[in-house]
């Protein structure tokens, strides 16, 4: 039993559909958008983030439900960048600031804006939080210069010896250091 010669092109119908419903909503929204500044105007990548609503953001969420993956940021900001689709007043109330509600599509988290204690942790520690609490409980050479608590680490046949930063970092941890490719050996 095979595939009917209608199936396979209905299939990819279907697929372009979705693709279109997923990918145009924001493209009609950026048409039917009213432009605040001057029409004549250029906007260079390097005015924004490529066309980003955000450049960073530290309070990032996920859609679980959709891939590739997507995310929007909730952070409060005094005014929305340019390219925000969907500027909306802070829930804290009026004069608290705004919150873009756009969604972008990337493989990546999009960066944070405030700096980790750590460039890269392999062991890291996080609450089961919204937005977690992590603390990286790798043992290093030396901490990161930007770690603001640092702990010698007990061990008697460490040469040299190692440390371990105990800072809290309200955010995802970040980037393994130790690709897992080369875990395996």
């Not at 802070?90 to 990337?106: E, K, L, M, Q």
């Not at 890269?120 to 520690?125: E, H, I, Q, R, S």
Request: proline share 10%; aromatic share 8%.
């Amino acid at each position: 039993m095979g595939t009917g010669p209608v199936v396979i092109p209905a299939m990819l119908v279907v697929a372009l559909l979705v693709v279109a419903v997923c990918f145009g909503a924001t493209a009609t929204a950026a048409a039917a958008r009213p432009s605040h500044t001057d029409t004549d105007a250029i906007r260079l990548p390097s005015s924004a983030a490529a066309g980003q609503p955000w450049e960073c953001c530290d309070w990032v969420t996920q859609d679980p439900t959709f891939r590739p993956p997507r995310w929007r940021c909730n952070d409060v900001v005094d005014k929305c960048s340019a390219d925000c689709q969907q500027c909306e007043a802070s829930a804290a109330g009026a004069g608290a600031g705004f919150v873009c509600r756009d969604w972008i599509f990337s493989l990546l988290e999009p960066p944070v804006c405030t700096p980790r204690p750590w460039d890269c942790c392999d062991l890291a520690a996080c609450t089961r939080d919204y937005i977690p609490y992590c603390r990286c409980a790798d043992k290093v050479e030396s901490c990161p210069s930007n770690c603001k608590e640092c702990e010698l680490v007990e061990e008697t046949d460490s040469d040299p010896p190692r440390y371990r930063c105990l800072d809290v970092f309200h955010g995802y941890p970040g980037p393994k250091c130790t690709p897992w490719i080369s875990k395996s050996n």
